[in-house]
């Protein structure tokens, strides 16, 4: 996901000068990488930073969806990979956890009421979609985005 200057400055509610000073603390600590896009300077995640993988860890797991996967994956059947979709997959907060779980052998009514369960404690709609193993490779489209969140 990128943003820019003011974009963030409005979906934060604060001044532009504020969230620049910020952006580039971030961005000479080497977690956020800048571009020019035409007259704006576009940012986003540096994936290469060495502590990417554990920022994106612990934002995973203040959104809720850490709690979701390791509770439903323990009980529910034979479950191999578990990809977020949408927004969440771009970084984008969202009220919708759009998961695909790829696996089998799943109990749906034991399945579908974790997933109540879920949303629940988590305050967001989860939206599963579960596909045989064997479809995993042409269910998603290369335009995608998406994103590996669990992996027996």
């Given at each position: 996901m990128k943003a820019y200057l003011r974009g963030l400055?409005?979906?934060?509610?604060?001044?532009t000068n504020a969230i620049r000073l910020e952006l580039n603390h971030l961005e000479e600590a080497g977690l956020l990488c800048a571009e020019s896009e035409g007259n704006k300077k576009v940012y986003q995640a540096n994936p290469r930073h060495p502590l990417f993988g554990d920022i994106r860890s612990l934002v995973l797991?203040?959104?809720?969806?850490?709690q979701v996967i390791e509770g439903v994956v323990e009980r529910v059947g034979d479950i191999s990979r578990v990809?977020?979709?949408?927004?969440?997959?771009?970084g984008i907060d969202s009220n919708l956890i759009d998961l695909v779980i790829v696996g089998e052998n799943i109990d749906m009514d034991y399945f579908n009421s974790l997933?109540?369960?879920?949303?629940?404690?988590?305050?967001?709609?989860?939206?599963?979609?579960?596909?045989?193993?064997e479809k995993e490779t042409n269910y998603f489209t290369p335009e995608e985005k998406r994103l590996l969140i669990w992996k027996k």
């Open positions: 400055a409005d979906e934060f509610g604060e001044s797991k203040h959104s809720g969806i850490t990809w977020v979709r949408g927004d969440f997959a771009v997933v109540k369960k879920a949303e629940d404690l988590i305050k967001r709609k989860i939206h599963c979609t579960i596909i045989f193993p």
